[in-house]
């Protein structure tokens, strides 16, 4: 698309990266509820593609951090939270192949996550411990 093409662009400058965070931001906050929720796990997956795409590029990590935290997560019901933790624990799980950046995105995440989660989050941490996240449950 648009936004990640421009965001992927080895000259993009810190400027250039924080504006289309801001960009991608605006678009998730203005979709509705059910439509943001419905595309949660895609719309995480396509910005950790982003921060491996990036892996090293001036402010990318921020901004890929400020796409996530702030256009999807905030913006979620406790139950989609919660599912976008369980995700997030299992791609933590597979990342041994991934950069250093979508390993400290992931985690990054899943701790703002489990902040906001509190007590909710019991069987996500769970599964954090147990076995990094391979058995980590999906229904909600």
């Not at 921060?51 to 702030?70: D, K, N, S, Y």
């Not at 041994?96 to 069987?123: K, P, Y």
Request: charged residues 15%.
């Amino acid at each position: 698309n648009i936004l990640s093409s421009h965001f992927c662009n080895k000259s993009a400058s810190p400027e250039t990266r924080a504006g289309l965070a801001s960009a991608y931001v605006g678009l998730l906050s203005g979709l509705p509820r059910g439509l943001r929720e419905q595309h949660a796990l895609w719309v995480m997956g396509h910005t950790l593609d982003l921060a491996e795409a990036t892996a090293g590029a001036p402010a990318a990590l921020p901004a890929a951090a400020t796409v996530l935290r702030r256009g999807l997560s905030a913006n979620l019901s406790e139950r989609a939270q919660l599912s976008l933790a369980r995700a997030l624990t299992a791609a933590i799980a597979r990342q041994a192949d991934a950069s250093a950046a979508v390993l400290l995105l992931a985690l990054r995440e899943m701790a703002w996550l489990l902040l906001a989660l509190g007590d909710s989050a019991g069987e996500v941490v769970g599964a954090l411990l147990a076995d990094g996240g391979a058995a980590a449950p999906t229904s909600p």
